[in-house]
């Protein structure tokens, strides 16, 4: 069944954490020699079709996310500026409403220097400001006060949290912020509103 169909409201294009979108972008991993690889423009290509692509089909008023490793925490890989740089491109098309910022696995030899958390919101907050496209922060936001800090002080758009929630068997939200689920829904018809 289609996803608009199925009910979705949002739609997200994976290109992190090393799947194949993920590792057309990467230096360390994209070796071709046809007009999909190479030079960082050649290395673009693919997902900047792919996101058209779901543009067609994916309803003009529904937000589209793009998620990105902004960093292969690697040397000679894909670096925050190149994210940026990315980004400013994907913000252009007018076809991405928000860019969800995680990092890594494209290499075995990714050397992240701490896994503290909200390690990860540098990043949403460095393509928001960088690229004037709304960002979510992403990846051991553990608490609440922490997302909250992070949406209030203008780092990240939005938090989207994963094994917190988990923990907390998908109450996170409305337990922890006393019923303040509304945030969530709030910013992201936000972002909708942008179209
Ligand atoms: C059980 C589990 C499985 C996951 N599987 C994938 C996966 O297959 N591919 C992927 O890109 N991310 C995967 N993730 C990462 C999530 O998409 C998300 O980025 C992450 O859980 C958010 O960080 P947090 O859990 O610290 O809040 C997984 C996370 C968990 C907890």
Redesign the pocket.
């Known amino acids: 069944m289609p996803p608009r169909r199925a009910g979705f409201q949002v739609a997200t294009v ?1 290109v ?4 194949l979108l993920n590792s057309f972008l990467s230096p360390l991993i994209n070796h071709r020699g046809d007009a999909y690889g190479g030079d960082a423009e050649r290395r673009v290509r693919l997902l900047l079709e792919m996101v058209a692509a779901v543009r067609q089909e994916w309803p003009d008023e529904l937000p589209l996310f793009v ?1 990105l490793s902004c960093t292969d925490w690697v040397p000679g890989g894909v670096a925050i500026e190149d994210t940026v740089a990315l980004a400013r491109r994907l913000a252009a098309t007018g076809q991405v409403d928000l860019i ?1 910022c ?1 990092t890594a ?1 494209n290499s075995p030899t990714q050397d992240i220097p701490s896994l503290h958390p909200g390690y ?1 919101a540098p990043f949403a907050e460095a393509v928001r400001r960088g690229a004037r496209i709304a960002t979510s922060a ?5 608490t609440p006060e922490l997302a909250a800090e992070v949406v209030a002080n203008e780092r990240a758009d939005l938090v ?7 923990r907390r068997a998908g109450r996170w939200f409305p337990v922890s912020c006393s019923g303040r689920a509304g945030p969530l829904t709030h910013r992201l018809a936000r972002v909708a509103a942008r179209r």
């Open positions: 994976h992190a954490h090393g799947h998620q969800d995680s696995g990860q992403v990846g051991l936001i553990t989207l949290v994963g094994r917190g929630d988990y």
